[in-house]
């Protein structure tokens, strides 16, 4: 049956062969296959139609992809397949395109062997050739009878899954059984052996307990000898503090005699011993001579044993490393000791947090002012903190923070250039920058490892 372009039916009305096919009726609902077909067919051919082509409930499914269309829209698509033979014969046309041979075959009455009776069905209904219903219901019914065979064969299949999984788990169940009849059979062994061990344990428990009553027994009578031998020497002790009593009295007696005899002899002495001075002091003034501390040789220019400068100390034969290189310059008098913190700490125990190493670093420089009496200042860069540190400085101990935008290393040089010439400045620092400009300025530079091992030693 031929469309006209614009795919409505005649004006003059469908032919009788058309009028014929129209007034057949399916006798109940499409199959559940064939109804979801003939959905997928409608919503196939919106892709070629204009918006206004389609029915009024259908357009809002226009823009729908077309697995959203099917999926919302199914109820609404069949319903306009059903009532609009316009929207319907649109869909013919489409399927006539898409699929000439079967769309032709259908016209003629004859139906393809080779053809799924799903997709006969569906083309029937949209094209409604003469005897559509019959083709419609022989297609149910070979639709029905292969889900029945494809149930029939799901059915098969999943008794066998079932034999096969009961197959297995008697097997399992035999395997476990084995199992726990041996771990059984092990377990009355092992408890038999720890019975024969309870035995044997409780066996030695009573005999220690006799050998208990008889260690106490012996120990009560030990206490009581111990007891007795104590009475008596409490006894003798009393016996032996009253004659004490009496030989310290009788030795004060004989002190006290000792005492008044001696003070005679010390009151002479004495008076002898101030007419001398008085007799020297007077030969001292008639003779004018000068202080008795001042000595001739104090007069020849030399180097005094102890009297060291940084310099002196400096030249020692010592390794630059040698803790007791430290301990000689801070021995110089009103030395003192600048230390760069951060630089000793991150060489000595670097893995610590900040706050760890600040502790640990002021603890031992603490130790080693109290030991040597010299000036100590450790210097940390303020650069390396998020906030402001609260920290109580320990006894004998300056500590100095850099400020913004100033690092520790320029913190000490200001520190070595604020001293008086010639006052012993020893700086302890691993930076060969810190160490050359303290040393220009006149100070001892000194490696980090040289304290940490003097901290260490203390």
Known sequence: MALPPDGSEAAAGPTGEGRAAAEEEPEGPLPERVRHRVVVLAGETFAGLRVAELPAPLRQYARFTPSRRIKYGASAIATALETDAGFRHRVA???????????????????????????????????????????????????????????????????????????????????????????????????????RKLRSALSDVRRGEAALRKVRAELDEVRADASAEKAAADAEARRLRARLAESETALETGRRAAREGRSVEDVRLRLLLDTVLEAAQGLRRELALPPADFRPAQTVEAVEPGALTPHDVAQRALADDDPALLDQLLALPQAHLVVDGYNVTKTGYPTMPLDKQRMRLLGGLAMLAAQSSAEVTCVFDGAELDVPVLLAPPRGVRVLFSKSGQTADELIRRLVRAEPPGRPVVVVSADREVADGVARAGARPVASVMLLRRLARA
């Open 93 to 195: 046309a489409r399927l006539r395109t898409d699929q000439p041979e079967l769309a032709q075959a259908l016209t003629e009455g004859t139906v393809p062997p080779a053809a799924d009776p799903v997709e006969v069905a569906a083309a029937a209904y949209v094209l409604r050739p003469p005897g559509w219903v019959k083709l419609l219901a022989v297609a149910g019914e070979e639709t029905q009878r292969a889900e029945a065979e494809h149930a029939d064969e799901e059915r098969t299949r999943e008794l066998e899954r079932l034999r096969e999984e009961v197959h297995r788990l008697r097997t399992a169940v035999r395997e476990d059984t084995d199992r726990h009849r041996s771990e059984l059979e092990a377990a009355r062994r092992e408890s038999d052996a720890v019975h």
